[in-house]
T-cell receptor
Framework: DAGVTQSPTHLIKTRGQHVTLRCSPISGHKSVSWYQQVLGQGPQFIFQYYEKEERGRGNFPDRFSARQFPNYSSELNVNALLLGDSALYLC??????????????FGPGTRLLVL | EDQVTQSPEALRLQEGESSSLNCSYTVSGLRGLFWYRQDPGKGPEFLFTLYSAGEEKEKERLKATLTKKESFLHITAPKPEDSATYLCAVQAIQGAQKLVFGQGTRLTINP
């Protein structure tokens, strides 16, 4: 079975530009979450979507936005890129909202470098 | 605020030398505690979910345990391929199903 897929794998942008990252969840999973991982640290929660609705937002500026599509895939958008946005962006999917189904499975990530 | 602290930050062992990694947490109400393994430049790989104090789970050379304040990941007779960063995360009962991660323990197993 295919796991979580993310595209692109690597991306180089300059300050002030905009970026769109994409994620396809595991088949049958309806929830997608986004995390930012800076080198040497644990992932930090950005957004969670379930059934195409935003269910949670982390402590990130409004430059970060996301959406989930009818096929449960998701996009993360970052505007006005800063050097500090350089990180590994991780997408995770989970199946249901109920207890016992909340384990999040991560994709390989998108490595973003802002110059 | 939910918080996770992992120790040590880095651990170097000889092949076959057993040890434990610690994950201390504070959370308003625990929905689940998760252990992941992460290789350099890759996404975290799911290992275990623990739900309540006293629970234990095993997988090959790894065993995870949970108390009301901390979790341990015990590694028995490790091999070089067990070298990775091990991440601990908690999920609270209330609100979004976000994971709050610790900074990880970087484990190196020397042959």
């Amino acid at each position: 079975d295919a796991g979580v897929t993310q595209s692109p794998t690597h991306l180089i942008k300059t300050r002030g530009q905009h970026v769109t990252l994409r994620c396809s969840p595991i088949s049958g999973h309806k929830s997608v979450s986004w995390y930012q991982q800076v080198l040497g640290q644990g992932p930090q929660f950005i957004f969670q979507y379930y059934e195409k609705e935003e269910r949670g937002r982390g402590n990130f500026p409004d430059r970060f936005s996301a959406r989930q599509f009818p096929n449960y895939s998701s996009e993360l958008n970052v505007n006005a890129l800063l050097l500090g946005d350089s990180a590994l962006y991780l997408c995770a999917s989970s199946s249901f909202w109920d207890r016992g189904q909340e384990t999040q499975y991560f994709g390989p990530g998108t490595r973003l470098l802002v110059l | 605020e939910d918080q996770v602290t992992q120790s040590p930050e880095a651990l170097r062992l000889q092949e076959g030398e057993s040890s434990s990694l610690n994950c201390s947490y504070t959370v308003s109400g625990l929905r689940g505690l998760f252990w992941y393994r992460q290789d350099p430049g890759k996404g975290p790989e799911f290992l275990f979910t623990l739900y309540s104090a006293g629970e234990e789970k095993e997988k090959e050379r790894l065993k995870a345990t949970l108390t009301k304040k901390e979790s341990f990941l015990h590694i028995t007779a490790p091999k070089p391929e067990d070298s990775a960063t091990y991440l601990c995360a908690v999920q609270a009962i209330q609100g979004a199903q976000k994971l709050v991660f610790g900074q990880g323990t970087r484990l190196t197993i020397n042959p």
